[in-house]
């Protein structure tokens, strides 16, 4: 596509529930981010993916967050038994490895979470 | 490890006028990048200038021109002729190579006045 796609572009639920938000890379980017932006933490760093590479999980903050990345294309965020404290603006982002533009990273519109 | 550090939470410009965003950095890596992202309502941030480390020459794209002083770790974004659209969150933020992430700063509002 012509830019990077994530859904649902805001998601309202109820805590406890689990949650799955979707981001669709710019074709041919193989590295894909998840970054979440709260009030309070500012912009952080949640997972990486490159390739067919071990992702890394270093910015998860917890066992109920975790990622996929199938075909080395889409990639699913899930939270399980969400908290009030995970509502924010979660966002993807994908980059080329090569070629001028490589380590720039292009975002997506964020999906905003809201656990009532 | 690294630290971004924006010090100026909100900068006010009269239109067609230059502002200055500040924004000192820490990293512990040898090849990284930097760049300044801006952020507008609708939330999609987009890339507004990047700059690599290894290059001494400052960036420039436009009316944006960035500051680079790589001993001071200093990294500052000179918007001239500033224009309504202009008006936004910009953050700034760095790329280590080794890192494979970016480590963003708290942010500037900048507010255009007409």
């Known amino acids: 596509g012509a830019g990077v796609s994530q859904s649902p572009s805001n998601k309202v639920t109820e805590k406890g529930k689990d949650v799955e938000l979707r981001c669709d890379p710019i074709s041919g980017h193989t590295a894909l981010y998840w970054y979440r932006q709260s009030l309070g933490q500012g912009l952080e760093f949640l997972i990486y993916?490159?390739?067919?590479?071990?992702?890394?999980k270093s910015g998860l903050p917890s066992d109920r967050f975790s990622a996929e990345r199938t075909g080395g294309s889409v990639s699913t965020l899930t939270i399980q038994r969400t908290q009030q404290e995970d509502s924010a603006v979660y966002l993807c982002?994908?980059?080329?490895?090569?070629?001028?533009?490589?380590?720039?990273?292009?975002f997506g519109a964020g999906t905003r979470l809201s656990v009532l | 490890a690294q630290t971004v550090t924006q010090s100026q939470p909100e900068m006010s410009v009269q239109e067609a006028e230059t502002v200055t965003l500040s924004c000192t950095y820490d990293?512990?890596?040898?090849?990284?990048?930097l760049f300044w992202y801006k952020q507008p309502p609708s939330r999609q941030m987009i890339l507004v200038i990047r700059?690599?480390?290894?290059?001494?020459q400052n960036a420039t794209e436009n009316r944006f021109s960035v500051n680079f002083q790589k001993a001071a770790k200093s990294f500052s974004l000179k918007i001239s002729d500033s224009q309504l659209g202009d008006a936004a969150m910009y953050f700034c933020a760095c790329f280590g190579a080794a890192g494979n992430k970016l480590t963003f700063g708290g942010g500037t509002r900048v507010l255009v006045k007409p």
């Open positions: 990293t512990s890596e040898s090849d990284y990048y």
């Open positions: 982002a994908s980059s080329p490895q090569t070629g001028g533009a490589k380590n720039i990273q292009y």
């Open positions: 993916f490159q390739g067919n590479s071990a992702p890394d």
């Open positions: 700059q690599e480390a290894y290059k001494q």
